[in-house]
């Protein structure tokens, strides 16, 4: 199993909020519905040379407090499961539909390293995926995948907690 992991992000939230977000699933609803429909976010894209018209695949999104399922070209769709809780401590995930096996880690402690707008201790947070790669495969995605860890710990970490 290669394993790939996140930097460490720091949220001004405390570790209660985050981890409450994160553990139900159906929390993203909005956030998904907002960015499907935004045209700032549609210009970013255009902005960093992708296609906006991708956003309309955020609209296919399936989503349950424990379960979401992404679609994805010539694989039909990836789903990844909730399959372990430890409040305020972490949240595991593994893959349900997909063309490897995985397993995702989204690990959160309390921190005084920054602090909530209410003056207690924020979060800091990490994501650790875990996936079951052959040579080749790692090869060729595990760049993008280590780049993709970091890059969804920086858009969880920008969450409004």
Same mark, same amino acid.
């Given at each position: 199993?290669?394993?790939? @992991? ?9 570790? @209660? !909020?985050?981890?409450?977000?994160? /553990?139900? $699933? ?8 907002? !960015?499907?429909?935004?045209? &700032?976010?549609?210009? #970013?894209? #255009?902005?960093?040379? =992708?296609?906006? !018209? =991708?956003?309309?695949? $955020?609209?296919?999104?399936? $989503?349950? /407090? ?5 679609? !994805?070209? &010539?694989?039909? /769709?990836?789903? $990844? ?10 949240? #595991?995930?593994?893959?349900? =539909? ?8 989204? =690990? ?28 080749? &495969?790692? &090869? ?22």
């Amino acid at each position: 199993m290669a394993k790939y @992991e996140s930097k460490i992000k720091l949220i001004a939230a405390p570790v @209660e !909020a985050v981890y409450a977000t994160l /553990s139900n $699933l159906e929390n993203f609803r909005p956030i998904l519905e907002n !960015a499907a429909n935004n045209p &700032m976010v549609a210009e #970013k894209m #255009k902005e960093a040379g =992708q296609d906006p !018209a =991708q956003l309309e695949k $955020l609209k296919e999104v399936e $989503l349950t /407090s424990d379960r979401i399922a992404i679609p !994805a070209p &010539m694989v039909g /769709s990836i789903a $990844l499961r909730i399959v372990e809780r430890e409040e305020n401590k972490c949240i #595991k995930f593994e893959t349900e =539909q997909s063309p490897m096996d995985a397993n995702l880690w989204i =690990q959160v402690l309390p921190t005084s390293e920054v602090s909530t707008p209410m003056g207690g201790p924020g979060t800091k947070m990490r994501l650790t995926l875990k996936a079951d790669l052959n040579m080749m &495969m790692k &090869m060729m995605i595990g760049s993008k995948l280590e780049d993709g860890v970091d890059k969804f710990a920086d858009m969880l970490a920008m969450l409004p907690y």
